[in-house]
């Protein structure tokens, strides 16, 4: 699946195309990654959505990353743990 970006920094001819991954055809034993973002209960949620994960398809968390508030990007160390590591990520908006 390819999508195009638009990007309101450059002109409109310009634009950009994300080639996504295959989505699994299975959730079982999937390894996902986390991501939250300071913000009141983000984490909590995360965690919440982690264990029924786990409970209803195996799922292991296998790195959660710690953003140093919402307006601020994933650290290159956590986008080099998820690429290694993860099958996908979720990131989780608190309040």
């Known amino acids: 699946m390819t999508v195009e970006i638009f990007d309101p920094t450059v002109s409109r001819e310009a634009k950009a195309s ?25 984490e909590k949620l995360l965690l919440k959505i982690a264990e029924r994960l786990r409970t209803r398809h195996g799922m292991t968390v296998v790195h959660l990353a710690h953003k ?6 994933v650290e290159e160390r956590d986008i080099r743990e998820f690429k290694t590591k993860a099958d996908f990520v979720i990131a989780g908006v608190g309040d």
């Open 18 to 42: 994300i080639a996504w991954p295959p989505r699994p055809t299975k959730l079982d034993k999937l390894r996902v990654g986390l991501v939250e973002n300071t913000k009141f209960n983000a």
């Open 68 to 73: 140093q508030s919402s307006g601020h990007s």
